[in-house]
């Protein structure tokens, strides 16, 4: 094959290394091609940005000048499907939010209903709403800490992580029949029970994995020279920009806020149980870290008091407008199926009010603002997504910073972009 003459080679270089002009879409975003700088896309299909975010990126060298977050590839109006379904109808949906913590999302939607009309709940079933809620919390934080440490270039990591997610999906397919898509609470109460011997084995397993957090995540990774240099002071959010941008959650926490809805604002009994929350020093990327390793050893001990003390009696509100009656009453009485039928069609009638309900999930405050008009159906639902909160910091925190540091910025951060675009 014959080399090609060195004119036309010439040709193809300059027409491959010619500046590309600006097009309008630069120009309305602010972009000067006269600035020397480059434009570069990061995302929307980028394993790094843990879903579809794409940043746009205007650089100088390695520097990144300006960022520009842009979501919303997976917007699936979910407030509206919540006001056409229901609350009970809704609630699969919410299994698609923060998809890592599917069960923390149910618990969060049924206790904001509960809250429009102050429905209480028996205490065995707040109790169980907690356990599962912080087994979500540990499978989130696995997730996030191992895919933390495999963006960064630590896959033994990620590998033990998923090790122990895995006991924890047998334990919700155990629990709700479903490994990932639970939808385990209704409004008023849970679905099921706990089954034979369930909480033995949880109770087993969250006593061990402190332990196996130490062995195989701080081990390998807090002291590693390679992790803390590639992570300390970069990324760095300081307390009253965290609290500025409202942040919430590990995010807000790894810069030395301490604020936990759990603590702030308990529901669910939270008051009860002895637990701490880990907070930053330097609010950056290493902090965020920590905090997440520190909270899956305080989820272990959230879990142990409840089990230990966890009481009997019924799972659900002894209200039939609320509630499912009873199969066996279902079959011998009128008036239960007949309430059974309004139920399933119709859904759970609320008392007319409006609340504001935020739950301390995995990745931060996910607060459901809830308008009922004593129907099935709320008039309104709107929904709070701490990750789309958590990501408008990014133009702050990514502006001077190295592009090889994006990567390491963006797992810090924990986000999922279920549950920021909705």
Known sequence: MTPPESAAAENVLETRTAPVAATPDMVSRGFDPASGHMLL????????????????????GEKIVRCEPDVG??????????????????????DRFDYLAPISNNVAVATAAEKVCGIELPPRAKALRVIASELGRISAHLLGVGAFAMDIGAMSVFLYCFRERESIYNYMEALTGARFTVSWTRVGGLSRDVPPGWLDSVKRFVDGLPKRVERDIEELLTTNPIWVDRLSGVGVI??????GYGLTGPALRGSGVEWDLRKESPYLGYEQYDFDVPVGEHGDAYDRYLVRVEELKQSCRIILQAIAKLPDGPIDVQDHKLRLPQKRS??????????????????????????YFGAENPKGELGFYVASDGTGKPRRMRVRGPSFTNLSCLPYVLKDAMLADVVAILASLDFVMGECDR
């Open 73 to 94: 590839y997976l917007h699936r109006g979910m407030e509206k499907v919540a006001e056409v379904y229901g609350y009970n109808k809704f609630i699969p949906y919410t």
């Open 41 to 60: 896309n990061m995302g929307p299909s980028h394993p790094s940005t843990h879903g579809v975010l794409r940043i746009l990126l205007e650089m100088d």
């Open 238 to 243: 300081p307390k009253d920009v965290a609290v």
């Open 330 to 355: 279902v079959l011998t009485s009128m008036e239960e199926l007949i309430h059974q039928f309004m139920v399933v069609s119709e859904g759970p009638e609320l008392a007319t009010g409006e609340r």
